[in-house]
């Protein structure tokens, strides 16, 4: 089966369903192959914060009633030190710039559901997806069916939004893209349990090691522990994990009922340029960031909105330096960004257990984290990344 469009769109995550419904609102017309079932991807438990300048791009679409409805703003931030609680106003620290708390699933959830409603071309369990002449005027995708049936789309652009393990960087000749890696050497394990949501986002520092609690609804809670590598946490029984999340949040009556366990790979991954020909890379398949700092999510929503921009320039008025410049402008993003987590990072496990910082490294991050708290300066620039970078 022959087909065209426009715009195709690999993968149906936040980078891809947040580029196909602004695309809609513009008349441009896309398909969006996604190689999961719908139930997969509407459930997938990830990031849960929308940052104040993600927040924006869906209200300047006209999209906030269908994504941000009931969606409760982050004020402040708990970062407990040896038991000790210490706040961060971020609202009012970065001059009345929010985040908000958005659980990855319910973000994607409503975006499917809007577009669909808009009469998108949404596409699940496409299986064998294969990009061709990438480098000419007239690319093609190439996938098949649950039913066995071969398709052939011809498009004008290519969005690579499947994520880093995904068929469209891997479309791209080696030699054509540069490569930056690094490896944190922090074990993080993560659980989702039916637990109290605390009111705040929390982050635990002691000697026992870092921890971490974020709500994820009421009645949901999401929990991160600091584990040395060699070890599985996740076959740790339940009761040692609450265990260790009681002695290292300071919260003795902490109880609830563990449904998903994973560990967090603590890795950073950044390619350059994040475009080949008419094939434009957006979030997970361009970069990967650890998770302090909730920044993940928010690259895939920014790097969205600029490829979207670019290509409503390019298709309404043939204007198409946008697209020219849409790598160099999400890099710079995405390195302010990697340098924010990174410095949060270190910061926080540093400041905590000394075993493998040593002494001298955990007293500069004690001193570090203490500044937040005694400097107004530091404290507004802090809030000022969390609030999220516009340029």
């Known amino acids: 089966m022959r087909e065209t469009t426009r715009v195709a769109i690999i993968g149906a995550g936040p980078a891809g369903i947040t580029l196909a419904n602004l695309l809609q609102r513009n008349g441009i017309e896309t398909v969006v192959l996604e190689v999961r079932g719908r139930s997969y991807v509407e459930e997938r438990q990830r990031a849960g914060v929308l940052d104040h300048y993600g ?13 941000l409805a009931g969606v409760p703003d982050q004020t402040l931030l708990e970062i407990r030190t040896d038991g ?34 808009g009469g998108g071309d949404l596409r699940f369990e496409a299986l064998d997806v294969a990009l061709h002449d990438l ?33 469209s960087r891997r479309s791209i000749p080696e030699e054509a893209l540069a490569t930056y890696t690094f ?4 074990g993080w394990y993560t659980v989702l349990a039916d637990s109290p949501a605390p009111s705040y986002p929390l982050f635990a520092v002691s000697e026992h090691g870092l921890a971490a609690h974020f709500p994820r609804g009421p009645r949901a809670s999401r929990f991160y522990l600091q584990y040395r590598a060699g070890d599985d946490p996740r076959k740790w029984p339940d009761e040692d994990t609450w265990q260790q999340l009681r002695l290292r949040l300071g919260s003795p009556d902490l109880a609830g009922t563990i449904t998903d366990r994973e560990i967090v790979e603590m890795r950073s991954f950044v390619v ?3 475009e080949f020909g008419r094939l434009f890379l957006v979030g997970d398949a361009a970069h990967i960031i650890t998770p302090l700092g909730a920044k993940g999510m928010n690259l895939a929503v920014s790097d969205a909105h600029m490829l979207a921009e670019a290509l409503i320039g390019a298709e309404r008025g043939g204007d198409r330096s946008a697209l020219a410049g849409y790598s160099a402008a999400c890099l710079r993003r995405t390195w302010d960004y ?10 926080l496990h540093d400041a905590g257990d000394d075993t493998d910082a040593g002494p001298f490294r955990r007293r ?28």
């Open 272 to 274: 350059e340029p994040m």
């Open 55 to 67: 927040g924006r791009i869906f209200e300047e679409a006209g999209l906030a009633g269908e994504v």
């Open 84 to 117: 000790e609680p210490r706040f961060l106003d971020l609202r009012a620290l970065s001059g009345g710039r929010s985040s908000r708390m958005v659980p990855q699933q319910l973000l994607v959830r409503r975006l499917l559901a809007t577009y669909l409603a």
């Open 135 to 167: 480098d000419g005027d007239t690319p093609r995708v190439t996938y098949r069916d649950p039913d066995g049936t071969e398709h052939e789309i011809a498009c004008a652009y290519v969005a690579g939004c499947d994520g880093f393990h995904g068929v």
């Open 338 to 347: 990697q340098e924010f987590s990174r410095w949060f990072s270190e910061m």
């Open 364 to 391: 500069l991050a004690r001193a570090r984290m203490d500044r937040l708290f005694s400097s107004p300066p530091a404290a507004a620039a802090f809030a000022d990344m969390m609030a999220g970078t516009t340029y």
């Open 183 to 186: 490896d944190h050497g922090i």
